[in-house]
């Protein structure tokens, strides 16, 4: 795969990761990034099987978006949070839908599931784009703020389902 098909397919995974579409901090948010306050380690471990430890990657957009992430043997962990958002911004979801049918064409499998203001969608690859993981993702829409948390597994054994995720992005969404 060229160098220009796989930094397409990247974009357009954390394009649809974000997906339809944040923060009272927990104690023990990793460097203060209100990102890695959106759910606790042992939050992630319920979920995941294994411990992970979270670290802030820092802010980009003047300030308005965080990422966190984690890794464990067989994942790789984001939490993201991007508030002072336009209240009255297109919410509609068009622009995702674009990139899911893009991804669809190049052979992923898209499944999504809308719970209120929370979308949550897996994305499986052909074998020919295994190598960018196996993506579950959830995401919580506020009027200026969106969240989101995102489990890239090395293998479609390790995946993680939408109706595990799930429940997590319940507890994020009463955090921002």
Known sequence: MTTRASSRWMA????AGAFAASVQVPVGAAD???????????ELQTVLGTTVSLS??????????EFCTGQTSTATVML?????????RDRSGGTEKKGV?????MGVLVEVKTFGP????TMVPPANLAQHGFNTTCTVNKPTAVAGVEVTAKS?????????????????ASRF
């Open 56 to 65: 802030g990657g820092g802010e980009m957009a003047a300030g308005r978006a």
């Open 118 to 121: 929370i979308t949550c969608s």
């Open 101 to 105: 049918e893009m991804v669809k064409q």
């Open 12 to 15: 357009v995974a954390v394009c």
């Open 32 to 42: 203060g990034n209100k990102a890695c306050g959106l759910l606790t380690s042992s």
């Open 80 to 88: 993201r949070l991007v508030t002072g958002l336009d209240p009255g």
């Open 156 to 172: 479609q054994q390790d995946m993680v389902s939408i109706e595990q995720l799930h429940p997590l992005a319940e507890k994020m």
